[in-house]
C-alpha cells in the first residue's frame, strides 16, 4: 500500500517489541500502515528538517533489537511503491531517503532496487546505491532473513561483471566493498552466498590488475583511490580466510591467489614510477604487496594440497623489506618464486602477470 497522499494527524509510536512479532495481526499491520505511510506523507511535503525526521523514523524502525522477518515484509508491502517512485524523484534528498530506508529494510523487494542504478546511474548514484547496498548485506546477516539468497547471489555476480570493467575508481572502491561486505557473512545460509562473493570479488580484481598499466601518480587521485580499492579487496580476501574454517576449496583458493598475485605483479610494474618524495603512494604499494604475500601465504596453508606450503616462498617482511630498500632486483625474484608457487599448486599460468 502507497502513501495516498491525504494528510493525517501524527500516529503513536510502534509499542515497543512490535518488530519482533512472529505474525502480524491485522490491527497491527494497520498501525504499521498509519505509521509509515504519515512517514511518507512527511517525506514528500514536509520541510528539510520534517523530512530528515520522518527518514530516521523510517529507519530506526529496523533498529530495534529484534527485527523479525515478518515485520519486515510487511513494511515491503507498504513501503516498495513509494521506495520506488522516490528513487526516480528530481530530489537528491529523496533519492538518498529512498535508498537509506531501502538498505535498513532488506527484503528481496528491497535488494532488487539496487539492481538498475549500480549498473546504470551516474557516478554519483553508484557510489550513494553501493553504500547502501553494503547496508543492506549487514543487515541480512543478521536475525532473520528476507532477501531471498538467489538475489543475493545475482547481485553478488553483477557488481563482479561491473568490478572488473569500470572506469571509475571512486565507483570501484564501492564495488570491492560491497562484495567484501557480502563475503564476510557468517550466517551459515548465507555460506553459498558468501563464497560467490568472494570468488567474484578476486577474479574481477584479477581481470582489473591485468589489464592496469603502470601507476604514475601524475592523474591526481585516480591512481591512489584504485589503491584503496584494491586495499579493501586484498583486506577482505585475508579476513575471509581468516574467519573460514577448514580447507578453502580449490576454485577459492585459485581466484585468491591469482588476485594477489596480480597485486604483486602491479607493485612490481609500479613502485619505480612513484615521484620523489611521495610518502603515501609508496606507503599504499608496500602494504598492498604485504597484505597479498599474506594472503597467499594463507592460501596455500589452507588449500589442503600436499607441498603447497613447504619453505620456499618469501615471507610478506621480505617483501615488504625489499620495497622499502627499493632493491627492486630481489623483489622480482621473490615475485617469481610466489607465481612458480601459484602456477604449480592452482595451474594459474606465469603468463599472466606482468612484472613491467
Not at 281 to 296: D, F, G, K, N, V
Request: aromatic letters at 6%; a negative charge.
Amino acid at each position: 500500500m502507497a502513501w495516498s497522499g491525504v494528510a493525517h494527524a501524527q500516529p503513536a509510536p510502534l509499542p515497543q517489541g512490535f518488530q519482533a512479532s512472529g505474525s502480524l495481526t491485522s490491527e497491527q499491520t494497520a498501525q504499521l500502515e498509519e505509521f509509515i505511510n504519515y512517514q511518507l506523507g512527511v517525506l514528500e511535503s514536509g520541510t528539510p528538517m520534517a523530512r530528515k525526521g520522518a527518514r530516521d523514523q523510517l529507519v530506526a524502525m529496523f533498529e530495534a533489537p529484534s527485527v523479525s522477518t515478518a515485520f519486515r515484509m510487511a513494511c515491503s508491502r507498504i513501503l516498495r511503491s513509494s521506495l520506488e517512485s522516490m528513487m526516480a524523484s528530481d530530489r537528491q534528498d529523496s533519492r538518498y531517503a529512498a535508498y537509506v530506508i531501502a538498505a535498513h529494510l532488506a527484503t528481496d523487494d528491497a535488494a532488487r532496487m539496487f539492481e538498475t542504478p549500480i549498473a546504470g546511474g551516474d557516478e554519483a548514484t553508484k557510489v550513494l546505491a553501493l553504500g547502501q547496498l553494503r547496508v543492506l548485506f549487514i543487515e541480512v546477516d543478521g536475525e532473520g532473513l528476507a532477501v531471498q539468497t538467489p538475489t543475493l547471489e545475482r547481485l553478488a555476480g553483477s557488481i563482479g561483471r561491473l568490478l572488473a570493467e569500470e572506469s571509475s575508481p571512486h565507483v570501484a572502491q564501492q564495488q570491492a566493498k560491497a562484495l567484501g561486505t557480502l563475503a564476510a557473512a557468517r550466517k551459515p545460509e548465507l555460506s553459498r552466498v558468501a563464497r560467490r562473493a568472494m570468488i567474484e570479488l578476486a577474479k574481477a580484481c584479477s581481470i582489473r590488475l591485468s589489464e592496469m598499466p603502470a601507476m604514475t601518480f601524475e592523474n591526481g587521485d585516480e591512481d591512489r583511490m584504485e589503491l584503496i580499492a584494491q586495499l579493501s579487496a586484498i583486506d577482505a580476501a585475508r579476513q575471509w580466510l581468516v574467519l573460514s574454517t577448514g580447507t578453502v576449496d580449490k576454485e577459492v583458493g585459485r581466484d585468491v591467489a591469482e588476485m594477489a598475485g596480480q597485486m604483486l605483479a602491479l607493485v612490481s610494474r609500479t613502485y619505480g614510477h612513484v615521484p620523489a618524495g611521495a610518502e603515501d603512494p609508496q606507503r599504499y604499494l608496500q602494504s598492498l604487496a604485504r597484505q597479498a604475500m599474506e594472503t597467499i601465504g594463507l592460501v596455500l596453508a589452507r588449500s589442503g594440497i600436499e607441498g603447497a606450503s613447504a619453505p620456499g616462498v618469501p615471507s610478506a617482511a621480505q617483501i615488504e623489506r625489499a620495497l622499502a630498500d627499493n632493491d627492486m632486483r630481489n623483489f622480482r625474484l621473490m615475485l617469481i618464486q610466489t607465481i612458480d608457487r601459484i602456477e604449480q599448486v592452482f595451474g594459474v599460468s606465469a603468463d599472466r602477470f606482468r612484472f613491467e
